[in-house]
């Protein structure tokens, strides 16, 4: 039996948090999702290879409807990435509509599938701004649902719920991590630009001022 289902973006949450549930000794499963945004390019082979490293099963599940009908900056359909940090306005506009609901609903009912007990997302509290579907009060009620609506067969748990991306990163560099192989800008481009809010979240995460991390920026 598979212990957990954990959805791996190739970003460096979830990264640390699968190398954080293997070193628990569990079996895991990771499925991915390619929805049509920026980074998907980017993102998705990191996902890849983090699964092919710690040799366990990997599924890309492609949701091309999320790219076609709903709006958001994060997607290839949308505007132009803004610049600035999560506390600015702008950033807002990377937000995509219920993109969490709907992708746990989707893990849950694979997990179910294959009578895996739960379902694991590596959101955490640095996201409670920005993102509604990432907020404790949306967990909560999202894994009351799945688990009335998998007859308490599944449930969804948020590890880093409590922690901020600096604890996150500090836990993953303790775990040997080579944060090398996540991606987290939002622009999808040959490097991470450095600019964005997901790379200044990234750069306070890994510790860019102390000189700590091992990501090539564009600024």
Avoid at 5 to 28: E, F
Avoid at 86 to 103: D, L, Q, W
């Amino acid at each position: 039996m598979i212990d957990s289902v954990i959805v791996l973006s190739g970003g460096m949450d979830s990264a640390v948090l699968l190398a954080h549930v293997l070193t628990q000794g569990k079996t895991v499963e990771a499925i991915s999702f390619d929805y049509g945004s920026k980074h998907n390019v980017r993102e998705l082979p990191m996902a890849a290879g983090l699964c092919k490293t710690f040799g366990i099963s990997h599924q890309i599940i492609r949701l091309p409807f999320i790219n076609d009908l709903f709006s958001s900056s994060l997607l290839s359909s949308g505007e132009a990435i803004p610049d600035g940090s999560y506390r600015e306005a702008n950033m807002k506009s990377t937000v995509v509509p219920f993109r969490n609901g709907i992708m746990l609903s989707i893990a849950a009912g694979y997990a179910e599938s294959i009578e895996s007990p739960e379902v694991l997302l590596g959101s955490h509290s640095g996201d409670h701004h920005i993102y509604p579907d990432c907020r404790p009060e949306f967990n909560r009620a999202f894994a009351e649902a799945v688990d009335l609506g998998t007859d308490g067969q599944v449930k969804i748990r948020f590890p880093f719920s409590n922690m901020d991306k600096r604890d996150i990163g500090d836990l993953g560099r303790t775990l040997g991590l080579d944060f090398s192989k996540t991606w987290t800008c939002y622009k999808g481009e040959t490097h991470h630009c450095g600019t964005c809010g997901a790379c200044d979240e990234r750069k306070y995460a890994l510790r860019y001022d102390q000189g700590r991390d091992v990501t090539t920026y564009l600024a």
